[in-house]
């Protein structure tokens, strides 16, 4: 039970609610060690890159100094060995994008698929923030896009989940959307923002995506780590033979009734085509896909999803 004159946190959420999420961040990691039934060192998945490297300085070859940093201009020039010395850079940025459009304020077991992605968003936003990394958001509704540069501070942090509490809620099954921004928009945001070596989460349901969304994520994963979050809800895979509803945009709406055959097989693979795409693209580039669903609690699914014990 819901108590009165507070929101229902499986239909919006508040900053609140999101703050309280950081102790379950703990569970997780993003940096490139994995545990070895985490879903980021699957076969089709590629391996996380981590931080990158900057350049120290060049010094003369030392005995049991690794052969493989031998700088072979500069050794032939001067006729002795010489090595480069790199230092791990000191953190690496994140960028999440969060889907909050219309298609998203849809959920039939426990929450809207909106608050599975706010509240994954805010757990993967916590943990990478503790790992010492800038952490940065583009936040997306149907008519919106905020852009919140990475930056290393708890203040940036804080503004990310306000940014991302605000568009949740937002969301309301009466209001009226003349246009809604394709899942291009924030991506081509992030491709102007993204630099070599940044940690790209995408969570959404993938709607409104074509063959420029490929090309983009592509693009990004060339020289950037690129996870997806395919969050979908269980009517959209398998519909009950009972399952009566109607859906609505705010300006239009339609009857789903799972009893009419035409209407179940077209809720189906639409969903279906969403996630298949996304899964095709760990196919054939090898950007790991964690698919999330609306029914179940959002953490215990990242767990499982990472291999971590005591997940549920």
Same mark, same amino acid.
């Given at each position: 039970?819901? !108590?009165k004159?507070t929101?229902? @946190? =499986?239909?919006?959420?508040d900053? %609140?609610?999101?703050?309280r999420? %950081?102790?379950g961040?703990?569970?997780i990691?993003?940096? @490139?060690?994995q545990? %070895?039934?985490?879903a980021?060192n699957?076969?089709?998945?590629?391996?996380?890159?981590?931080?990158?490297?900057? #350049? /120290?300085?060049?010094?003369?070859?030392?005995?049991g100094?690794? $052969?493989?940093?031998?700088?072979?201009?500069?050794?032939?020039?001067t006729? *002795?060995?010489y090595?480069? &010395?790199?230092t791990?850079?000191?953190?690496?940025?994140?960028?999440?994008? &969060?889907?909050?459009?219309m298609?998203? #304020?849809?959920?039939?077991?426990?929450?809207?698929?909106?608050?599975? !992605?706010?509240?994954? +968003?805010?757990?993967a936003?916590? =943990?990478i923030?503790?790992?010492?990394d800038?952490v940065?958001?583009?936040?997306?509704?149907?008519d919106?896009? +905020? *852009?919140?540069?990475?930056k290393a501070?708890?203040? +940036?942090l804080?503004r990310?989940?306000?940014?991302?509490?605000?568009?949740?809620?937002?969301?309301?099954?009466?209001?009226?959307?003349?246009?809604?921004l394709?899942?291009?928009?924030?991506? *081509?945001?992030?491709?102007?923002?993204?630099t070599?070596g940044?940690?790209i989460?995408?969570?959404?349901?993938?709607?409104?995506?074509?063959?420029?969304?490929?090309?983009?994520?592509?693009?990004?994963?060339?020289?950037?780590?690129?996870?997806?979050? $395919?969050?979908t809800? @269980?009517?959209?895979?398998?519909? $009950?033979?009972? #399952?009566?509803?109607?859906?609505?945009?705010?300006d239009?709406?339609? /009857?789903?009734?799972?009893r *009419?055959?035409a209407?179940t097989?077209?809720?189906?693979e639409?969903?279906? !085509?969403?996630?298949? =795409? +996304?899964?095709?693209?760990t196919?054939k580039?090898?950007? $790991? &896909?964690?698919?999330?669903?609306?029914d179940?609690?959002?953490? @215990?699914q990242?767990?499982?999803?990472m291999?971590?014990?005591? %997940?549920r």
């Amino acid at each position: 039970m819901v !108590a009165k004159g507070t929101s229902d @946190p =499986r239909i919006h959420v508040d900053l %609140a609610h999101l703050r309280r999420l %950081a102790g379950g961040a703990r569970n997780i990691s993003f940096l @490139p060690r994995q545990p %070895a039934r985490s879903a980021l060192n699957g076969r089709h998945a590629s391996r996380l890159r981590g931080r990158g490297l900057n #350049f /120290e300085e060049l010094r003369n070859y030392q005995v049991g100094d690794d $052969p493989r940093t031998i700088d072979w201009k500069v050794t032939a020039r001067t006729g *002795e060995p010489y090595v480069r &010395v790199y230092t791990e850079e000191r953190d690496r940025p994140a960028l999440l994008l &969060v889907d909050q459009r219309m298609t998203m #304020f849809y959920g039939t077991q426990m929450n809207m698929k909106s608050v599975t !992605a706010a509240e994954a +968003a805010a757990l993967a936003a916590f =943990r990478i923030r503790a790992q010492g990394d800038r952490v940065g958001g583009i936040v997306f509704t149907d008519d919106h896009i +905020a *852009e919140l540069r990475p930056k290393a501070s708890n203040a +940036a942090l804080n503004r990310l989940l306000s940014v991302i509490a605000g568009a949740n809620s937002a969301l309301n099954a009466e209001r009226t959307v003349a246009r809604t921004l394709s899942l291009n928009d924030p991506l *081509e945001a992030a491709a102007r923002i993204a630099t070599t070596g940044m940690l790209i989460l995408v969570f959404s349901d993938f709607a409104e995506t074509d063959d420029r969304t490929e090309r983009l994520i592509r693009q990004l994963s060339l020289h950037n780590d690129v996870i997806l979050f $395919p969050i979908t809800d @269980p009517t959209g895979l398998k519909l $009950p033979d009972d #399952f009566r509803i109607v859906a609505s945009d705010g300006d239009l709406q339609v /009857e789903l009734d799972g009893r *009419e055959t035409a209407t179940t097989r077209s809720v189906q693979e639409i969903v279906s !085509a969403r996630l298949g =795409r +996304a899964i095709g693209w760990t196919r054939k580039y090898g950007i $790991p &896909v964690l698919p999330l669903t609306c029914d179940r609690e959002t953490l @215990p699914q990242i767990m499982d999803l990472m291999g971590v014990r005591g %997940a549920r």
